[in-house]
Nanobody
Framework: QVQLVESGGGLVQPGGSLRLSCTAS????????MGWYRQAPGKERELVASTFRRGDINYGDSVKGRFTISRDNAKNAVYLEMNNLKPEDTAVYYCNADLKESLYSNYFEYWGQGTQVTVSS
């Protein structure tokens, strides 16, 4: 049973910073793409940032220059450093990973349970 466990959300003032962490655990052969999505009330889930195993990185337009994604392949972990946070960054942030449980299995997509980030004064 594969699980993605997130941590690091919370309440922060505008202009502040937070760091989210996510670790994949269970029967894992290899993790491919890892990333972060977010969903604000009344809005669709959107990509925040993603990172491929070999290092390619994508960012959503609204977070470029403020957020930094990184990963530790040895720990099956992905991190999101969020700086200069704005009220519009308020959302539930979800960790996402595509991974294989064995050499001969296909890649399957997994989601974390979500962590709330609230930016407010």
């Amino acid at each position: 049973q594969v699980q993605l466990v997130e941590s690091g959300g919370g309440l922060v003032q505008p202009g502040g910073s937070l760091r989210l962490s996510c670790t994949a655990s269970g029967t894992i052969f290899v993790v491919g793409v890892m990333g972060w999505y977010r969903q604000a009330p009344g809005k669709e889930r959107e990509l925040v940032a993603s990172t491929f195993r070999r290092g390619d990185i994508n960012y959503g337009d609204s977070v470029k220059g403020r957020f930094t994604i990184s990963r530790d392949n040895a720990k099956n972990a992905v991190y999101l450093e969020m700086n200069n946070l704005k009220p519009e960054d308020t959302a539930v942030y979800y960790c996402n990973a595509d991974l294989k449980e064995s050499l001969y299995s296909n890649y399957f997509e997994y989601w974390g349970q979500g962590t709330q980030v609230t930016v407010s004064s």
